[in-house]
């Protein structure tokens, strides 16, 4: 019999451009997860997935699962691997987890992700990302960091719809404001309108604030049978509810639509049908903000929104803190940074927060919740529905 | 002992995006020995007629291995400039240029624009396909000797 789901405790290392290896950062996040939640030890963990994307190019290590094992004390007894989607490689794991544990395969199960990208040299992070698009098309042309893609999605979605570099600005004064008191995220810097405008340009119209740096960085999960959740907390339960994730193309000659996500829209449906709710249902959520335009684009895709209205929804505050969905209210990716692996979980770590009540932007009330990252060259999307509620 | 002499004088070539190229390596190398030609190519099904790209070896929709090779324009028009100022990856020139082509509409190409400054290239401009040599990529012999593969590829530049 399928069992309910339970995301009980989460933590996160600091996340930033960091003086650590890989296996530093994922001690930090998986000490700060356990101690979340001090009825549970490493010992009580019969399951651990790690995800992470460039661990052998950044770090030349494969076979990361157990050697994550080894440094946290986890013996595994279900399943001990690795998983990898990009961006999305840790909502993968926490869709993964959640399966396993749905179908009886473990009780306890630790989803960690994280990158350390600025290594072994710098620059090399810039050659690195070639990797992350097909390799021998698109990386060919030069296109393996992705402003130029998202500047391309901007300016056709401005032409369009009418959006403007205030609307994009808009969104990374939000998430720049929700960061400021977030102390693991990469940015407690507070960016005004005027900052965010006259900023550097990297591909115009997108810049400075308009994209999310590249960052060091890991976050753990623990997900428990619903049994097991009520063993091990007295705090609120948070159901995993549903999930959806989708692609319909990876190289860019294939991409249905530039400015209406497809696959985000079928990601979506399944979560919310699997889920039982609608997009009006959502009281927050978390999104993958990369770019300003993202956030704004997602708006519509989620349905938040109508087609088009991505900017009136941010230049209205609906977006914002006491607006009808309040998104990234950590802070995102554009203030928090983004270690692909680790992005994912550290927007369930929040969503975690807000549905216990105890985030620090809390949304008063709030019992079913969103994530959602797009990943590649806007190649898949992942959206996972959270709930007080099952 | 020094750290990693091994690599002393060698190339690490899985860290260059661009696929070995000739019949040994690869099995659609009949793309790189028309794009020398100056043909832009990719395959079309026999048995369900779907073109795919990039070209393959078998047919995405219905599974065949019954493929031919087909011409695809190598002339189109420009519909979205971007222009990367910042953050351009290693062995490329700063600004990186792309833009979002309409090749005559048989394909929608988000494609690298050499030859052309900052300010240049509009939206409307017709470009055409330019191929180009890039760093041959030594591969061992049979006999321990190095052989340097002959390597091209391509991106596209404004029409005259």
Known sequence: MARNVCLIAGGMSHWGVRQATQRDLFQEAGKACFDNIPALSNKDVDGLLVASAYTERCSFQTHLAPVIAEYLGIKPQNICARVELLCASGSSGIILAYGLIKAGIADVIMVIGGEMLYTPQRWEVQYSELASVDHDWDGTQGLGLPPPAFSMVAQQHMQKYGTTEEQLA??????????????????????????????????????????????????????????????YTDKPLVYVKGSGQATLNNMSANMPSWTTWEALKIAAKQAYTKAGVQPSDIDVAQTHDCFTI???????????????????????GHSDIGGTVPVNTDGGLLSCGHPFGGTGIRQGIEIMKQLQGEAVKQVEGARTALTHNLSGFIAAHTVIIYGRDI | MEGISILDGKYAATMDMYPLQSKEFNMIYKFYDYLREGRFTTTKCKDCGTRSFPPRIICEECLSENLDWVDLPTGGTVKVVTEEVRGVPIGFDDPLIHALIDLDGELTYFARVINCQAGELKPGDRVKLAVFPIDPLPVDGRKGEIIKQERVFFAFEKED
Do not use: W
Request: charged letters at 30%; proline letters at 5%.
């Open chain 1, 170 to 231: 808009m969104v990374s004064v939000k998430n720049r404001r929700n960061g400021l008191s977030n102390p693991k995220g990469q940015f407690q810097q507070e960016v005004t309108l005027e900052e965010a405008l006259n900023a550097r340009a990297i591909v115009p119209p997108l810049k400075l604030y308009d994209c999310c740096p590249i960052t060091d960085g890991a976050a753990a999960v623990i997900l428990a049978s619903e049994e097991k959740a009520k063993y």
């Open chain 1, 294 to 316: 993202s956030e704004i684009i997602e708006y519509e895709d989620l349905g938040f929104c109508e087609k088009g209205e991505g900017g009136h929804f941010i230049e209205e």
